[in-house]
């Protein structure tokens, strides 16, 4: 019977002949087969970054050698986690004795999450829960889009309790594994123990707490978790990609619950934060590039942290195809490479745009929008606009977009905010309909 760890090496050697050998190199030289469970091979690698690479690049190709190979179609899954096998077979992170579920990425920590404009506030919270874990700000909620760093932070308060604090039991989960393990529970009969479970921690981190929006038996049963673990003052964190007032369908109570602590928001990181965030990922994985090409990327690839380090992937992937180094690499190359991320970007979005879709979309003129009347027709067209100003352009100070329409000051931007943001909440058809129109502004 053949071993798991020659499985692996054919997969590997029959991918030697069918890519190049630079790229094989750099990818495939250090990985390690430890495990195979229901036909997914389960690979390490040293890094995220190379985890993340090949899980989006190579398994397609993986799983079509393997059943060349051995009519079986293996599933790879590429892991960074330094793992450790269990008596029961299955696998958890292997580091200090610090009690967790056994998800914390090491590599979330505070050291490695750059700060600027658009998050020193929820870092600052974040450090302070770390520090006094149950006394500071209890629960922390953290919001913000999708890869803005809300799990980066919440894991960083778990790996810091896990250094300074070792025997305080830490908890991650999501708000969606927390509902399939309640299901199971109520399937086996076994809700004590899952009470149990979650109600002796020191600390919970909960990801996506949106996740229970609907949901009306595990927002009970969270609820009850949530009073045990603060009535003991255990720390609570929770995350989401959107405010409490945004999330429909959760209980008042829940929502009153989650805002005894502190609210913190993640934004878009502005250019010199993206500088920053690019010039230390490049760091940290030994790749380098020219000042101009890191401007470059910093500028036109603003939307999360994520797609920063996806377009680092990108040009390493192209580098490592052609044989080039990355330096070598200029900004006019690199628009090539990275040309699907950058296009909608290029464009400029500024408060002439955002006003002539409006009018487009509700037929009135931009002179209209400029008028002092308070008539319906146009006064709400003006508010959708200043709205969307204020949201798509976050360097746009509310006294700017205010005298861009000519009003009187900045509350008046604050009160059209409010009034959008109240008829989403009534109105799911003018929310569907603002999405799209936000859609047409990025993507014309």
Known sequence: MERDQDIWENVLNTLEDHINPKSFKTWFSDTKLIDIDNNILLVQV????????????????????????YKKEYKVR?????????KNGSFRLNGNQQQSSGKLNPKYTFDQFVVGKSNNFAHSASMAVAESPGTAYNPLFIYGESGMGKTHLMQAI??????EQSSRCVYYTTAEEFTNEMIDALKTKNMTEFRNKFRNVDVLLVDDIHFLAGKESTQETFFHTFNALYENKRQIVITSDRPLKDIHDLEKRLVTRFEW??????????????????SKKSENEDIFLREDVVGFIAEFVSSNVRALEGSLIRILAYASYNNLNTEDIDPELAKEILSDLISEKIRDINLDTIMQKVCDMYDVTPRQLMDKTRKKNIAFPRQVAMYLS???IPQASLKEIAEYYKRKDHTTVLHAKKMIENQFRSDNKFRIQIELLIKEIKNP
């Open 78 to 86: 590429f892991t960074n986690y330094p793992l450790k096998k269990q």
């Open 158 to 163: 778990g790996n810091f309790l896990g250094e």
């Open 261 to 278: 602590g502190l609210m913190a928001d993640l934004k878009s990181p502005d250019f010199e934060t993206r500088v920053a965030i690019l």
């Open 46 to 69: 040293p890094t995220k970054f190379t985890a993340d690479f090949l899980n989006q690049n190579y398994t397609i190709l993986l799983s079509e050698i393997s059943y060349n190979l």
């Open 390 to 392: 204020n949201l798509l």
